[in-house]
């Protein structure tokens, strides 16, 4: 398989508190993965590294074969707009702008948007007939659906979601899921994504469960 995104011996403290201990994993072009683990257990902290949002104490995170701590600070965000999509429990959408501004903000940036491609994101999101209002008048689960939408809008290689469904009802959050393993399937991205439901973590490929600042892998249900 061609490894996408490779994690080896990954190591982050916050002070005297050690939040990842030699964390190592492997992530191939098209697979998916599920993320779980108790609150505080280094979830977020291991797909901040992963989104070059922060560097590790120790260890190495490759993205196509590029060392992200070979990196400076532009050549990162660079890496970022160009080939990550982001969907984090905070939207930080921008006040200012549109749904549909929103949506194409990221691909705008990276020289790839596709007026087409945004309108259909936002049809399949459920939010197709919401694009002129701006993030104040939308729902949490609204504003949720906006920043899943932003994220793929550019192709990005790599999907990082941390709670991609955690603001949305049980059959919303199914549909959501369900439109990111089409697009995952349709265009050869890599998803990860961390999630509390075991239930959503089943329909990935892989689960691992990060625990006391380790990962194992969970077997699949027979």
């Not at 429990?89 to 006040?95: A, D, G, K, V």
């Not at 550019?154 to 469904?165: F, G, Q, Y």
């Given at each position: 398989m061609d490894k996408l995104l490779q994690i080896d011996g990954l190591t982050k403290a916050f002070g005297p508190v050690e939040v990842l201990k030699g964390v190592s994993l492997t992530l191939d072009r098209g697979e998916t993965l599920a993320l779980t683990g108790e609150s505080g257990s280094g979830k977020s902290t291991l797909m901040h590294l992963a989104a070059a949002l922060d560097t590790a104490d120790v260890g190495s995170?490759?993205?196509d074969g590029i060392e992200m701590s070979h990196l400076n600070d532009p050549a990162r965000a660079a890496l970022r707009r160009?080939?990550?999509?982001?969907?984090?429990?905070?939207?930080?959408?921008?006040?200012?702008?549109?749904?549909?501004q929103n949506i194409a903000f990221q691909a705008r940036l990276s020289g790839r948007h596709e007026a087409a491609r945004c309108a259909m994101l936002a049809a399949r999101l459920g939010i197709g007939t919401l694009t002129r209002r701006y993030p104040e008048e939308l729902s949490g689960g609204q504003q949720q659906r906006v920043a899943i939408a932003r994220a793929l809008a550019?192709?990005?290689?790599?999907?990082?979601?941390?709670?991609?469904?955690g603001n949305l009802d049980e059959a919303t959050g199914d549909a959501v899921l369900d439109l990111l393993l089409e697009l995952v399937a349709e265009t050869g991205a890599a998803l990860m994504m961390v999630t509390h439901s075991t239930r959503l973590a089943a329909r990935l490929d892989r689960r691992l469960h990060l625990s006391r600042g380790q990962v194992s892998a969970v077997p699949r249900a027979a």
């Open positions: 995170i490759r993205l160009d080939r990550i999509g982001l969907v984090f429990q905070q939207f930080n959408l921008i006040p200012s702008l549109t749904v549909a550019n192709r990005p290689d790599l999907i990082l979601a941390d709670e991609p469904t």
